[in-house]
């Protein structure tokens, strides 16, 4: 194959070139072509194979005294980012002599075009080597036995090939690893020359910022380290640290240790801190004569004129370099650099030095130790030895590294450290991006009334929002903290921030009543996380929501574990308060409880479009004026997969959950709701205003109201489906269970409404007003009371519907009506098995069971007339004082020694026990 054009590098006397319109990968792999040039008065004795092992050899020499291959180093030197081989061709041999290259031929140039007139005429194959776009070798490499006789060759002879010994390598191994370097710099480089002070000046190895702009190395940024950091660097190793002045200058630093640089390698026989002045504007390579080269080595002991054993930064020859002393730290322009590098360490495997002074108080020393988070040092963990007063927000920025967390926490585990408010604003702000992780850590908000001037997003229409919005079904377009309200929460978590609170971790006694204060310990905003695996937050107060955590739009909150307790919000939410769409509260543990609000939900509050879902855990004695427990409003969801609500009290409606607003939805699958506690109506479960109730599973116990509905209430065109768990154990005035009412639908599908006891009546169910329905499809009602009025299982009020079409109720007490007892609407039976004791086990109306129909379908009404005294042992088989609907048949029937009813309509038969 024969080479078409190829512009020339002419180095030292190993050739390398590239084509200057290819981009020569730096990265990746690639394979060069290496050539073996002769004279007719100097060949050379060394094969291919020996250049072959020189250049490819994988593991290091056979022989010679390199330990190293040309690959072996930049697949070294390049971080593994570079694998380099090169397909060796047969020599070439020139038809002159070394003498004639000089003046006969044109120097080097000459010398490239008779070495491809015959490369070209032996049609070497070609196919292994990386050729560009044009189909030429991207990487040439050329080497010629006994250097050049032309003037631009004087001087250069001691890298030519050796002609009277057969030994690798043929030349100096760090001249031709360097001459290499040159050709994968080549293409469109700016700052590529091939003199002295070139990009891949350094000794025995390419410079850092040759690395870092060939994509081999990351260099620290330590432009804007805190006075006091203590940075560390591993000799000859892929570190390296940058200081900026803008994108075209910058000091590089980096370690060497002679003594432990592959062996073979010539170079610098110094070992410190190497500190490269880098200026990409500068024109002159070269050094001395009052110019500025683009890569210079900044010589400790001041003299750029030489080269010696004191150009490097080490103790005993150089400690500092900073704006005085010789060599000073400055721009070429003559700009104080302001590097400020001290206290430089001896030279060894590991150096260290520092970026100014130690900050001398504690709260600087925390801001200073956050710096190697934002400096590519991945993962940091600051360990606090003593109180600290928080005199400024501690701000958490960006890491350097994507993904990497930063964690304070107390130096001694058993010990606690507490950073007490002495600043108003946010003690601690997690920036996008950034990953706190508190441990073992106590922040106290010190109890005052802070005015927080730090937020501002330029928004003048911020209003309170509370219940307004919450019947309005508004999206909160206030911000939390805003400029006309004082905010000054603990931790403040921005969008793309993540807040991660362990076990030991405080947040207390924070109170902020100015003007629309949120979020009494943590805030956490759009696209921001709260993570919440331990520790508590307690006794912060706000003015408006959130008086322990506040979640706004596109925030989401976590909690595995700790306690919320003891908050106050003097509108919504005194535990934790989630609202606008995309915000989400997931509870897989922990305790939110003991706190209060003003408003509602004195432990949770879900609104405005926000998520939220309880898979364990427990929200209990918390204490509100609606939703003692848990309040869910304008299109907010809340399901409870798992946990409880418990011992939770409002003064008004809803002791546990209060839920209203068309979309908004709660959801039951498993867990407890239990003794809670209502001033009004909903002792368990308020439902309202268009609002969707499912249950599931799990169950509503124990829970108390002064008005109706101890278990559940479903009211104003709420809509409840019941397909599971139970209602059991509630006490109310009507519906001890659940009272329907103003146009609400309740569905029993399945499960059990149980041992409930109403007051007034319906100990199991009471439902009243025109539109207002019932639907049992399934499940039970049994065991409840009435204990005034009649009406047991239900009592019926006023134009309400009932539609039974399957399930039973069966086994519930009352003065009268121990079933069902109306007294106006409709009760539409068309399956299922109602059964009572007492002739009337309805209404009394004339003295027998009136329930719209006989018997329609294969529905069974059964009315034992219960004598007077003990229960009498009748006989199998018989129908004794038992009164059964037209169609049914009832016999008094033993199962497992039990005395009960069996009875039968068509397919709808069983056993029933009503005592």
């Given at each position: 194959?024969?080479?078409?054009?190829?512009?020339?590098?002419?180095?030292?006397?190993?050739?390398?070139?590239?084509?200057?319109?290819?981009?020569?990968?730096?990265?990746?792999?690639?394979?060069?072509?290496?050539?073996?040039?002769?004279?007719?008065?100097?060949?050379?004795?060394?094969?291919?194979?020996?250049?072959?092992?020189?250049?490819?050899?994988?593991?290091?020499?056979?022989?010679?005294?390199?330990?190293?291959?040309?690959?072996?180093?930049?697949?070294?030197?390049?971080?593994?980012?570079?694998?380099?081989?090169?397909?060796?061709?047969?020599?070439?041999?020139?038809?002159?002599?070394?003498?004639?290259?000089?003046?006969?031929?044109?120097?080097?140039?000459?010398?490239?075009?008779?070495?491809?007139?015959?490369?070209?005429?032996?049609?070497?194959?070609?196919?292994?080597?990386?050729?560009?776009?044009?189909?030429?070798?991207?990487?040439?490499?050329?080497?010629?036995?006994?250097?050049?006789?032309?003037?631009?060759?004087?001087?250069?002879?001691?890298?030519?090939?050796?002609?009277?010994?057969?030994?690798?390598?043929?030349?100096?191994?760090?001249?031709?690893?360097?001459?290499?370097?040159?050709?994968?710099?080549?293409?469109?480089?700016?700052?590529?020359?091939?003199?002295?002070?070139?990009?891949?000046?350094?000794?025995?190895?390419?410079?850092?910022?040759?690395?870092?702009?060939?994509?081999?190395?990351?260099?620290?940024?330590?432009?804007?380290?805190?006075?006091?950091?203590?940075?560390?660097?591993?000799?000859?190793?892929?570190?390296?640290?940058?200081?900026?002045?803008?994108?075209?200058?910058?000091?590089?630093?980096?370690?060497?240790?002679?003594?432990?640089?592959?062996?073979?390698?010539?170079?610098?026989?110094?070992?410190?801190?190497?500190?490269?002045?880098?200026?990409?504007?500068?024109?002159?390579?070269?050094?001395?004569?009052?110019?500025?080269?683009?890569?210079?080595?900044?010589?400790?002991?001041?003299?750029?004129?030489?080269?010696?054993?004191?150009?490097?930064?080490?103790?005993?020859?150089?400690?500092?370099?900073?704006?005085?002393?010789?060599?000073?730290?400055?721009?070429?322009?003559?700009?104080?650099?302001?590097?400020?590098?001290?206290?430089?360490?001896?030279?060894?495997?590991?150096?260290?030095?520092?970026?100014?002074?130690?900050?001398?108080?504690?709260?600087?020393?925390?801001?200073?130790?956050?710096?190697?988070?934002?400096?590519?040092?991945?993962?940091?963990?600051?360990?606090?030895?003593?109180?600290?007063?928080?005199?400024?927000?501690?701000?958490?920025?960006?890491?350097?590294?994507?993904?990497?967390?930063?964690?304070?926490?107390?130096?001694?585990?058993?010990?606690?450290?507490?950073?007490?408010?002495?600043?108003?604003?946010?003690?601690?702000?997690?920036?996008?991006?950034?990953?706190?992780?508190?441990?073992?850590?106590?922040?106290?908000?010190?109890?005052?009334?802070?005015?927080?001037?730090?937020?501002?997003?330029?928004?003048?229409n911020d209003n309170l929002y509370g219940e307004d919005i919450e019947s309005a079904g508004a999206a909160n377009t206030d911000d939390p903290e805003d400029e006309t309200g004082g905010g000054g929460t603990i931790v403040r978590v921005n969008g793309g921030g993540t807040f991660t609170m362990n076990a030991g971790v405080v947040l207390r006694n924070n109170i902020n009543m100015t003007a629309n204060a949120d979020g009494g310990a943590v805030i956490v905003l759009g696209g921001g996380r709260f993570i919440m695996s331990g520790g508590t937050i307690s006794g912060n107060s706000v003015s408006r929501n959130g008086g322990g955590v506040f979640v706004n739009t596109g925030g989401t909150f976590t909690m595995s574990g700790g306690v919320i307790s003891g908050n106050n919000s003097q509108q919504h939410g005194g535990g934790v308060y989630a609202t606008g769409s995309g915000a989400v509260f997931i509870m897989s543990g922990g305790m939110i409880s003991g706190n209060t609000a003003s408003g509602n939900g004195g432990g949770a509050v879900v609104t405005v479009s926000a998520v939220s879902t309880m898979n364990g855990g427990e929200i209990s004695g918390n204490r509100s004026a609606i939703g003692g427990g848990v309040r869910v409003t304008a299109r907010g969801v809340f399901t409870l997969a798992n946990g409880r609500i418990s011992g939770n009290t409002s003064t008004g409606n809803a002791g546990g959950v209060s839920v209203t607003g068309a979309g908004s939805i709660f959801n039951i699958n498993h867990g407890e709701i239990s003794g809670n506690n209502a001033g009004g109506f909903g002792g368990g479960v308020a439902m309202e205003t268009s609002s969707t109730f499912n249950l599931n599973g799990g169950r509503i116990n124990g829970n108390t109201a002064s008005g109706n509905g101890g278990g559940v209430v479903v009211t104003s065109s709420a809509v409840s489906a019941m397909n599971g768990g139970e209602i059991s154990g509630n006490t109310g005035a009507d519906g001890g269970g659940v009272r329907v009412t103003a146009r609400g639908v309740f569905t029993l599908a399945n499960g059990k409404i149980s041992d409930n006891t109403a007051n007034l009546g319906g100990g199991g169910v009471s439902i009243s007003g025109s539109n207002s329905v019932f639907n049992i499809n399934g499940g039970n009602i049994s065991g409840n009371t009435s204990v005034t009025n009649p009406g047991g299982g239900i009592a019926m009020w006023s134009n309400a519907i009932v539609n039974m079409s399957g399930g039973e109720i069966i086994g519930n007490n009352a003065p009268n009506g121990t079933g069902v007892r109306r007294a106006g609407g409709t009760f539409n039976l068309s399956g299922g098995v109602v059964a009572g004791t007492g002739r009337n086990i309805a209404a009394v109306v004339n003295g027998t069971h009136n329930l719209n129909t006989a018997s329609p379908n294969n529905a069974v009404i059964i009315a034992w007339n219960r004598p007077a005294g003990n229960v009498p042992n009748y006989p199998a088989g018989t129908n004794t004082n038992l009164i059964v609907s037209a169609g049914a048949a009832a016999t008094w029937a033993n199962q497992s020694g039990v005395l009960g009813i069996s009875f039968t309509n068509g397919a709808n038969r069983g056993w029933i026990r009503l005592w």
């Open positions: 194959m024969k080479i078409k054009t190829v512009v020339t590098i002419f180095v030292m006397c190993v050739l390398t070139f590239s084509n200057a319109y290819a981009q020569v990968a730096r990265t990746g792999r690639i394979t060069g072509l290496a050539i073996i040039v002769e004279y007719q008065d100097q060949r050379t004795v060394h094969t291919r194979q020996q250049v072959d092992e020189l250049f490819n050899r994988v593991g290091g020499m056979r022989g010679g005294n390199v330990p190293m291959s040309i690959y072996d180093y930049y697949k070294h030197f390049s971080n593994g980012h570079l694998e380099l081989n090169h397909v060796v061709a047969p020599v070439v041999t020139l038809p002159f002599t070394r003498a004639q290259s000089g003046g006969d031929f044109g120097g080097l140039h000459g010398l490239w075009r008779e070495t491809k007139k015959i490369f070209d005429t032996m049609n070497f194959d070609m196919s292994g080597v990386t050729l560009d776009s044009r189909g030429n070798p991207v990487l040439i490499t050329m080497l010629v036995s006994g250097g050049f006789a032309s003037t631009a060759g004087a001087g250069l002879s001691r890298t030519r090939m050796n002609t009277n010994q057969n030994s690798i390598p043929p030349i100096s191994f760090g001249v031709l690893a360097h001459e290499i370097g040159h050709a994968l710099m080549r293409w469109g480089h700016p700052g590529v020359s091939a003199d002295g002070r070139c990009l891949m000046e350094s000794g025995w190895k390419p410079n850092p910022y040759y690395r870092h702009t060939a994509g081999w190395i990351e260099p620290v940024d330590i432009t804007n380290a805190p006075p006091g950091t203590l940075l560390t660097l591993e000799a000859n190793s892929h570190q390296a640290f940058i200081f900026r002045r803008n994108e075209r200058e910058a000091f590089y630093i980096e370690a060497q240790n002679a003594g432990s640089r592959p062996q073979g390698i010539r170079g610098r026989d110094d070992s410190g801190l190497l500190i490269w002045h880098i200026d990409m504007n500068a024109g002159r390579s070269g050094v001395g004569g009052g110019g500025f080269s683009r890569v210079e080595l900044v010589h400790a002991d001041g003299i750029n004129s030489t080269i010696g054993d004191a150009d490097l930064f080490r103790n005993g020859v150089a400690t500092q370099f900073s704006g005085t002393g010789a060599p000073a730290a400055r721009w070429h322009d003559g700009t104080p650099a302001n590097i400020n590098i001290t206290g430089i360490s001896d030279a060894g495997a590991v150096m260290t030095f520092r970026i100014g002074d130690m900050p001398s108080t504690p709260v600087n020393r925390l801001l200073w130790q956050l710096w190697p988070y934002t400096s590519g040092r991945g993962n940091v963990v600051i360990e606090l030895d003593q109180n600290i007063t928080l005199s400024t927000t501690i701000n958490i920025p960006r890491p350097a590294t994507p993904g990497a967390r930063i964690t304070i926490r107390s130096a001694n585990p058993s010990r606690p450290v507490t950073l007490t408010r002495g600043t108003s604003g946010s003690l601690i702000t997690v920036s996008d991006g950034a990953a706190l992780v508190l441990e073992n850590i106590i922040i106290d908000g010190g109890g005052s009334n802070f005015i927080d001037t730090a937020y501002f997003d330029g928004n003048d």
